[in-house]
């Protein structure tokens, strides 16, 4: 059974920048869809960005794309997402989120599609 713990949030003011981390453990498949989605308070989780383990290959939605970055640390089943320039926008609780297989049969921005999840790291921004 895949186990996904995230950590690194926390609170911050408009610019500034978070890690968020998540360790990855219990999974045998060689090569997997990794996700971080985000929810705020009375609207529905969404895809923020993805990475396909064994190629490296990277996907963001445009309201991110250039200020968050997703990355994974092989050797410590590690999973990473820097984000900068922060916005009010931003906040919410972040989830990783796992699927094994590639990430190109997948919609990658849709919850249902990734099986594994964590529980969930809180993400504040003030202006």
């Known amino acids: 059974q895949v186990q996904l713990v995230e950590s690194g949030g926390g609170s911050v003011q408009a610019g500034g920048s978070l890690t968020l981390s998540c360790s990855a453990s219990g999974g045998t498949a060689s090569s997997a869809c990794m996700g971080w989605f985000r929810q705020a308070p009375g609207k529905e989780r969404e895809g923020v960005a993805a990475f396909y383990t064994e190629t490296g290959t990277t996907y963001y939605r445009d309201f991110v794309k250039g200020r968050f970055t997703i990355s994974q640390d092989n050797a410590k089943n590690m999973l990473y997402l820097q984000m900068n320039s922060l916005e009010p926008e931003d906040t919410g609780m972040y989830y990783c989120?796992?699927?094994?297989?590639?990430?190109?049969?997948?919609?990658?921005?849709?919850?249902?599609?990734?099986?594994?999840w964590g529980q969930g790291t809180q993400v504040t921004v003030s202006s």
């Open positions: 989120a796992a699927n094994p297989g590639s990430c190109y049969y997948l919609n990658i921005y849709r919850p249902s599609d990734f099986r594994y």
